[in-house]
């Protein structure tokens, strides 16, 4: 028995398939025409393009097609290519050691961020400099396996072009070392409605090929050559499992209580392949799409019109509902090598989120226009990250309107009573947020930094888990506080943070009078049942409960009372 990580919801028992993942050695040696060289990096870029577009043309999943169409964009990226050429003509070196090179820089550059979310773009490239070094030296990619009987995928780390060629009728599950929960390759799976999990170190030297595998993608386990019991008791639970998706997709589009309080349970995404999902999902709209992607994934800022096309494509998709888009948030642990960030002892009590923006007015100034033109085509919302006082939402605001007013000369139209908000996430916003709650029109709390500032733990620090807690009573207070001041104000709060999925945490979030929680995708569905199990009227004195309590533990234990 192991015990990984669950990326992907669901079980499946069938036998292992342990592949290795098909490395190239690339060896290096100068050359004197770095002109050729040059026209063969092209000439693969190209080829790996064809082949991926006719790729795509195979697909039939709109999830797995956007994923893929990722790859694509970045292998069309002109500044890519630009600095492999570059790096052939500075070194005199073969082009296969400059793609090589390069392409591990930006490996390592994702790798090595703290984000889960954007540290797991780095598996793309990976995916990108095996097509094209491939191609380069005649080689063919590993076709999917012929298979003749169900099984589960076991590899160190799995490809997301990789998954999409595989026998999707046959693979009923994916087991790897390596990955995240944001990574494309999860995302794949859960779009296949398939069990994965992650994070099981050494896991192909672990598990042999037809191994029986009965595995449990909630609870991230794997059982090796289960007994009859075990299987029977899996068969039931699957069973169970088929019926109960059955009875989520028939759950009303909209969230509430028995006693009919709304709640709106809203998706957090990075990307236009993270909207679909959401909308898959009933999703009621996007309570924090995170623009910083759109960032990382360049060499170059992005342009006013590239960044407008992204927020229009996310706009339509979602059919008029409510779209908060969060403006970019650099720094700390996301940085970019195009813009000037002075290296910090403490990035993340640094230049970052709001403070990067303004110190960066042009660039701000870029975003906001393309946000503001993009308004045009849905129900969008702005939102800072980082706020930690009135001066810095007012600059921010002040610049919004110079952008408005840029607009308004040049005849571009936009919406004029578009609504601003701000993120709480660090402790003076939460503390001032009688103050802030006049001069903004809602609140976002985002659970995740606030649980770092307020408790000083680095949430990325293993030896410190248990003191990063949403179940500190001093968070809580906090996002009470806020919550009031907002009540107070006739502004909404929503909850954006990984706290807003903790189900313990529902009823109290629902008696503090929090408006809306926005999570991943996949957990919305399964919340809505659990709202729809609950009566406010019957949560009143929770909270003061929980604020009469003196440790994180206490209030689990209490919390979780309430959804027995």
Do not use: W
């Not at 890519?80 to 090179?101: F, Q, T």
């Not at 080689?139 to 780390?157: K, Q």
């Not at 360049?298 to 019109?305: A, K």
């Amino acid at each position: 028995m192991y015990k990984g990580t669950g990326v992907s919801r669901g079980l499946a028992i069938a036998r292992a398939l342990v592949i290795s993942n098909q490395e190239i050695s690339v060896k290096t040696y100068e050359v004197e025409d770095v002109k050729s060289e040059s026209q063969r990096v092209t000439l693969a870029f190209h080829k790996a393009k064809l082949e991926i577009e006719e790729f795509i043309s195979t697909l039939t999943n709109e999830e797995e097609k956007n994923i893929i169409n990722t790859q694509l964009m970045m292998l069309e990226d002109p500044e890519l290519l630009k600095e492999i050429d570059n790096y052939i003509k500075d070194n005199s070196v073969n082009a296969e050691s400059a793609i090589d090179k390069i392409l591990d820089a930006y490996i390592a550059m994702f790798e090595q961020m703290p984000d889960e979310y954007m540290s797991q773009r780095a598996v793309d490239i990976k995916d990108i400099k095996t097509r094209v070094l491939l191609t380069m030296t005649r080689r063919t990619r590993m076709d999917a396996i012929e298979l003749d009987h169900d099984c589960i995928i076991v590899a160190d780390e799995i490809l997301p072009s990789y998954m999409t060629q595989l026998d999707q009728t046959k693979v009923v599950g994916f087991i790897s070392s390596k990955g995240g929960v944001n990574s494309h390759s999860s995302i794949i799976a859960r779009s296949m409605q398939k069990p994965m999990i992650i994070g099981l170190k050494d896991v192909v030297t672990q598990l042999k090929t037809d191994d029986m595998l009965a595995i449990d993608g909630s609870k991230g386990m794997v059982y090796v050559n289960p007994d009859e019991a075990l299987i029977t008791d899996f068969e039931k639970q699957m069973e169970a499992m088929r019926l109960q998706r059955e009875l989520l997709r028939m759950l009303p589009d909209v969230t509430a209580t028995k006693d009919s309080h709304h709640i709106g349970l809203y998706a957090n995404i990075g990307s236009i392949e993270d909207a679909k999902y959401a909308a898959e999902n009933k999703a009621e709209g996007i309570g924090l799409f995170r623009t910083e992607f759109i960032y990382l994934n360049q060499s170059e800022l992005p342009s006013e019109q590239y960044q407008y096309e992204i927020y229009k494509s996310v706009l339509k998709l979602m059919k008029g509902k409510e779209v908060v888009i969060r403006t970019v948030d650099i720094g700390a642990d996301k940085q970019l090598d195009y813009i000037d960030i002075p290296k910090e002892d403490n990035p993340f009590l640094g230049l970052r989120g709001i403070r990067l923006c303004l110190v960066n007015k042009e660039m701000f100034k870029t975003h906001l226009r393309a946000l503001l033109r993009a308004s045009m085509h849905g129900e969008m919302k702005i939102m800072y990250p980082m706020i930690s006082s009135l001066e810095e939402l007012q600059t921010a605001n002040y610049i919004l309107e110079e952008c408005m007013l840029e607009l308004d000369e040049e005849n571009i139209p936009y919406k004029r009573n578009i609504k601003v908000g701000m993120m709480v996430e660090v402790p003076s916003a939460a503390i001032n947020s009688d103050i802030l709650a006049k001069h903004t029109d809602f609140f976002s709390i985002g659970t995740n930094d606030l649980i770092q500032y307020t408790v000083a733990v680095d949430r990325m620090n293993e030896q410190l888990l248990n003191l990063y807690s949403p179940y500190d009573p001093a968070v809580l207070r906090l996002i009470k506080l806020t919550a009031e001041n907002a009540r107070k104000n006739n502004i909404p709060v929503s909850i954006c943070g990984e706290a807003a999925s903790e189900e313990a945490l529902l009823p109290l979030f629902l008696a503090m009078g929090i408006n809306s929680l926005s999570m991943s995708a996949g957990e919305i569905l399964p919340l809505r049942k659990k709202v729809g199990e609950f009566q406010l009227k019957l949560l009143k004195t929770i909270s003061e409960e929980v604020m009469a309590l003196e440790t994180a533990g206490e209030i689990k234990n209490h919390l979780k009372k309430y959804m027995r």
